[in-house]
């Protein structure tokens, strides 16, 4: 329940312009504008710029962009990706030692850019070829030199040395074996999501039955922070 009132008041500043600060530390909006139908906000030291209707999901685009074969879910903005930014900007230690891999950054890609202007070498990808130009815009906006790319998750060749991140991307379980086997390529996933009707929970029992060790690193609210790591 606290984390649907927390979605809901950052549903309602980010569409209706309201001058809500979130009343916990791990949230935080600072600034934002609205020109014409595009918002503009600032979190941390990285800036956005999305259409104010990109915000809200409809189930009809997200179904047919389903039957379709592509997960549409990174067409818009979801408050996870801010949950997960604070909880490594608290802990870079954990992650220091690595190269940096988004996946499913949909079109802020907002996570990985954060942590770019942290210093790391930082790669942002999605599945969805649509929402790329608009990631890139993006990338451009916070004037920074990061590598987007399409990506489609799969089995393949390790990444050697490197994270990946991942934001609210469990929901939409037809995907889960795919994202299981871009898993197993990393040296270590951090992820950040509600149970979502339990597809989460769903989505570890699944890694937890290939040896992928799953550990709840932290909870806010009802989103829920957990490393994925290969077992030896």
């Given at each position: 329940?606290?984390?649907?009132?927390?979605?809901?008041k950052?549903?309602?500043?980010l569409?209706?312009?309201?001058?809500?600060?979130?009343?916990?530390?791990?949230?935080?909006?600072?600034?934002?504008?609205?020109?014409?139908?595009?918002?503009?906000?600032?979190?941390?030291?990285?800036?956005?710029?999305?259409?104010?209707?990109?915000?809200?999901?409809?189930?009809?685009?997200?179904?047919?962009?389903?039957?379709?074969?592509?997960?549409?879910?990174?067409?818009?903005?979801?408050?996870?990706?801010?949950?997960?930014?604070?909880?490594?900007?608290?802990?870079?230690?954990?992650?220091?030692n690595?190269?940096?891999?988004?996946?499913?950054?949909g079109?802020?890609?907002?996570?990985?850019?954060?942590?770019?202007?942290?210093?790391?070498?930082?790669?942002?990808?999605?599945?969805?070829?649509?929402?790329?130009?608009?990631?890139?815009?993006?990338?451009?906006?916070?004037?920074?030199?990061?590598?987007v790319?399409?990506?489609?998750?799969?089995?393949?060749?390790?990444?050697?040395?490197?994270?990946?991140?991942?934001?609210?991307?469990?929901?939409?379980?037809?995907?889960?074996?795919?994202?299981?086997?871009?898993?197993?390529?990393?040296?270590?996933?951090?992820?950040?999501?509600?149970?979502?009707?339990?597809?989460?929970?769903?989505?570890?029992n699944?890694?937890?039955?290939?040896n992928?060790?799953?550990?709840?690193?932290?909870?806010?609210?009802?989103?829920?922070?957990?490393?994925?790591?290969?077992?030896?």
């Amino acid at each position: 329940m606290k984390g649907q009132k927390l979605w809901k008041k950052l549903k309602c500043y980010l569409l209706e312009n309201q001058q809500y600060q979130p009343d916990i530390g791990e949230v935080q909006i600072f600034k934002k504008e609205i020109k014409d139908d595009i918002l503009i906000y600032h979190v941390e030291d990285v800036i956005i710029k999305q259409s104010n209707k990109q915000l809200q999901p409809d189930k009809s685009q997200l179904n047919q962009a389903n039957d379709n074969d592509i997960d549409n879910t990174g067409a818009f903005y979801w408050p996870s990706e801010i949950i997960l930014t604070k909880y490594l900007l608290s802990d870079l230690d954990r992650i220091k030692n690595y190269n940096i891999i988004e996946l499913g950054a949909g079109r802020s890609g907002f996570c990985g850019l954060a942590l770019a202007k942290k210093g790391f070498n930082v790669t942002l990808t999605d599945g969805n070829q649509s929402i790329i130009k608009e990631l890139q815009e993006n990338v451009n906006l916070n004037e920074i030199n990061i590598k987007v790319d399409v990506l489609k998750w799969k089995s393949g060749d390790p990444y050697e040395n490197t994270c990946a991140i991942i934001s609210d991307c469990f929901f939409f379980e037809n995907y889960h074996d795919d994202l299981l086997e871009m898993i197993k390529r990393f040296c270590l996933v951090i992820g950040a999501a509600p149970s979502r009707g339990g597809s989460l929970e769903r989505f570890i029992n699944k890694c937890q039955s290939q040896n992928i060790e799953c550990k709840q690193l932290n909870i806010f609210y009802d989103t829920k922070i957990i490393l994925f790591n290969k077992s030896n």
